[in-house]
């Protein structure tokens, strides 16, 4: 059966992989390629490379930078979101060796130029960015990065969801993005998506991952910068997770 | 080890770019292309998943290469087809409309039965006990369709399990060989196979 999974997530704002505090601070961590060629030798179970300012820099995706991935020869499955506004851009990024692209801004945009990505490279090789917040009713909303408002959930959206035109939805807790173990698991209680879900957003401790990875709709969690601190902390984290269903992993050392 | 020649079938959808770099990282040389003559001149045929079926097949059509494909194949080229490669080897697929294959190996491609997706790492589970990759048995490999193929037990090689039925992960017929996983996505495991795939067919 397929296992869950530890999705490493690199975020990149200005061409720089940064730690970033619910998207409104942000660290610098240095070169994106590094992170990922570490995260790809460090046996991630998938990568997810989300350059969150393409759009608001009104930018074509970051081919430049796909290019150079694609010169890493990284054997690791890698997401692609940022820019990305239609099939022929879509097309090139699978082209130049990601797997899966992330997408929000289009659906906000031109659902027909989305549709016709699902039909060119296939559900299953898109996944659907979702921020969300638990609002005073205690009712999941959606967060529109872009007017940054919270609202009722976009009927783009729901479309997408209901019509199996992506396989599964990045459900981030975008207020605690990039604070320890703050994931607020009531977000899952309040879930009415019937397809599968990614958690993101404030994911750290094996004991918060664990209660996450039960929950019989989650397939997997991002993880943020924290993999990050150790080259062997995908491994420490995975030999905690007793009980979990995920794949052991092995890593190269680094060549000395 | 000698340096074989790859090339990977440019149907303007795949992966081509993890493909060709994955290749140069076991020692080969690999190049994207449409092109029938280095098609012809390679040592082995590569043809690359992520994408539809419909699509690739309407693109193969639109380059000429949808019969000339099948004539080099049936002429004993050896083929790897990968994910989406490996299904447009077959009779047809019912994604989003129904579409006719390069009719290489029998079967026909339809919804996965277990859930709409089948996305991540799973083991494979030899069903041909004589395969030479039978030493991958139990190991992960990296799967990421929403459709899968249905037919005849002779040309099924290996298998992996989903919560409620087998999907079918290796298909094989002479010179021929499909994957539905991504071994250049499957790290230690998918080098590995890739190497031992040259090895068995040079």
């Known amino acids: 059966m397929t296992i869950k999974r530890i999705i490493a997530v690199v975020t990149i704002k200005g061409e720089i992989a940064v730690q970033s505090f619910g998207y409104r601070k942000f660290l610098p961590l240095g070169n994106p390629e590094t992170i990922i060629q570490n995260l790809d030798r460090w046996g991630a179970d998938e990568i997810l490379v989300n350059v969150i300012d393409r759009s608001s820099r009104k930018l074509e995706p970051d081919f430049f930078m796909?290019?150079?991935?694609?010169?890493?020869?990284?054997?690791?499955?890698?997401?692609?979101?940022?820019?990305?506004?239609s099939v022929k851009e879509a097309n090139k990024i699978i082209n130049l060796g990601a797997d899966r692209i992330l997408l929000e801004k289009l659906l906000y945009e031109d659902f027909s130029?989305?549709?016709?990505?699902?039909?060119?490279?296939?559900a299953q090789a898109i996944v659907l960015s979702l921020p969300v917040v638990i609002n005073s009713n205690r009712k999941l909303n959606q967060y529109n990065y872009l007017n940054k408002k919270e609202i009722k959930f976009n009927k783009n959206f729901l479309n997408a969801i209901e019509k199996k035109l992506i396989s599964e939805i990045l459900l981030t807790d975008y207020k605690n993005e990039g604070y320890i173990d703050k994931f607020n698991i009531k977000i899952l209680n309040n879930n009415q998506f019937k397809l599968p879900l990614i958690c993101f957003g404030g994911i750290k401790s094996p004991t918060v991952?664990?209660?996450?990875?039960?929950?019989?709709?989650?397939?997997?969690?991002?993880?943020?910068?924290?993999?990050?601190?150790?080259e062997i902390a995908i491994q420490k984290l995975k030999q905690k997770l007793t009980g979990a269903k995920i794949r052991k992993t092995f890593y190269k050392k680094f060549a000395t | 080890m000698q340096r074989k020649k790859f090339a990977i079938v440019n149907y303007g959808v795949g992966n081509h770019g993890s493909l060709k770099g994955v290749l140069n990282k076991i020692g080969h040389r690999a190049i994207v292309t449409y092109n029938k003559k280095e098609i012809s001149d390679s040592d082995f045929l590569i043809l690359p998943g992520v994408g539809t079926f419909p699509e690739a097949i309407k693109n193969l059509k639109k380059s000429n290469l949808f019969n000339f494909l099948k004539k080099i194949i049936k002429q004993g080229k050896p083929t790897l087809g990968i994910c989406l490669g490996m299904q447009i080897l077959t009779s047809s697929s019912n994604e989003l409309s129904y579409t006719g294959g390069l009719r290489i190996?029998?079967?026909?491609?339809?919804?996965?039965?277990?859930?709409?997706?089948?996305?991540?790492?799973?083991?494979?589970?030899?069903?041909?006990?004589?395969?030479?990759?039978?030493?991958?048995?139990?190991?992960?490999?990296?799967?990421?369709?929403?459709?899968?193929?249905?037919?005849?037990?002779?040309?099924?090689?290996?298998?992996?399990?989903?919560?409620?039925?087998?999907?079918?992960?290796?298909?094989?017929?002479?010179n021929v060989m499909g994957i539905q996983f991504h071994p250049e996505k499957s790290q230690e495991n998918g080098l590995e196979f890739l190497a031992q795939y040259v090895d068995i067919f040079k």
């Open chain 2, 105 to 174: 190996i029998t079967g026909n491609i339809k919804n996965n039965k277990s859930a709409p997706y089948h996305i991540g790492w799973n083991k494979l589970k030899f069903i041909n006990k004589k395969s030479k990759f039978c030493d991958f048995q139990n190991e992960y490999f990296y799967f990421q369709h929403g459709f899968s193929y249905i037919g005849p037990k002779k040309n099924q090689i290996a298998s992996t399990a989903t919560k409620k039925n087998e999907i079918v992960a290796i298909i094989q017929k002479k």
């Open chain 1, 209 to 230: 991952i664990k209660k996450i990875l039960k929950n019989k709709n989650v397939n997997a969690v991002a993880i943020g910068n924290s993999l990050n601190y150790s």
């Open chain 1, 113 to 122: 130029v989305f549709k016709e990505i699902s039909f060119t490279l296939g």
């Open chain 1, 66 to 85: 796909l290019e150079r991935i694609q010169n890493l020869r990284i054997t690791t499955p890698i997401i692609y979101g940022g820019g990305i506004s």
